[in-house]
């Protein structure tokens, strides 16, 4: 079993910004393929960003040049860097890891851009 914990999210202005981290624990010793989810008021659960098998990373077009996926140097823990955030990026962010087959969610965070 792996545990995922999101945190770092919180209400700010239109043009702010705001850095996510899942950080992971359990059956697990680093994060390869995650992503992240913004599941907006009403909407489905869509990728926003992540890691490839391949260790590339990957953007949906609309936060490209605005957010950045990395993480630390023992790879337990991810970040989403959220630069000029914008009315649409409001929603709950959901970190989702893949290990061994198996796909693991975190409980989100919620996000609200003010604009």
């Known amino acids: 079993q792996v545990q995922l914990v999101e945190s770092g999210g919180g209400l700010v202005q239109a043009g702010g910004s705001l850095t996510l981290s899942c950080a992971a624990s359990?059956?697990?010793?680093?994060?390869?393929?995650m992503g992240w989810y913004r599941q907006a008021p009403g909407k489905q659960r869509d990728l926003v960003a992540g890691?490839?098998?391949?260790?590339?990373?990957v953007y949906v077009d609309s936060v490209k040049g605005r957010f950045t996926v990395s993480r630390d140097s023992a790879g337990n823990t991810v970040y989403l860097q959220m630069n000029s955030l914008k009315a649409e990026d409001t929603g709950v962010y959901y970190c989702?890891?893949?290990?061994?087959?198996?796909?693991?969610w975190g409980e989100g965070t919620l996000v609200t851009v003010s604009s």
């Open positions: 989702n890891v893949d290990e061994k087959g198996v796909a693991y």
């Open positions: 359990g059956d697990i010793t680093r994060i390869n393929v």
């Open positions: 890691f490839t098998s391949y260790g590339r990373t």
